[in-house]
């Protein structure tokens, strides 16, 4: 079966870097995108970056371009986000998502089939 397990994730100081971990089995990365998003309870999930199925492009929504970097291990079947100069108001449960290969950002929960359980990252002030 398919799964995406995320790791990384902990409590950090503002301004802090994290790497978050998004390892796959039962499939192989290198044939699909992948996203990262975010979600506060009683907000809405928030599209973080994504990458293309070979990698070689990233896209990522405005708040975040610059601060954080997706990247891809094919070899390893792993995605990264890279997160620097954290805010308290990063906080929140970051999942990764695969299953689809949209052209473009893929920055919509029907862009994906499979969703990771999610790694807390917190921020404190």
């Known amino acids: 079966q398919v799964q995406l397990v995320e790791s990384g994730g902990g409590l950090v100081q503002a301004g802090a870097s994290l790497r978050l971990f998004c390892v796959a089995s039962?499939?192989?990365?290198?044939?699909?995108?992948v996203g990262w998003f975010r979600q506060v309870p009683g907000k809405e999930r928030e599209f973080v970056g994504s990458?293309?199925?070979?990698?070689?492009?990233?896209y990522y929504e405005d708040a975040f371009r610059g601060r954080f970097i997706v990247s891809k291990d094919n070899a390893n079947n792993t995605v990264y986000l890279q997160m620097n100069s954290l805010r308290p108001e990063d906080t929140a449960v970051y999942s990764c998502?695969?299953?689809?290969?949209?052209?473009?950002?893929?920055?919509?929960?029907?862009?994906?089939?499979?969703w990771g359980q999610g790694t807390q990252v917190t921020v404190s002030s």
């Open positions: 990458i293309s199925w070979n990698g070689l492009s990233a």
């Open positions: 039962g499939l192989t990365l290198s044939r699909y995108h």
């Open positions: 998502a695969t299953g689809k290969s949209p052209e473009g950002f893929g920055r919509t929960r029907a862009d994906y089939y499979y």
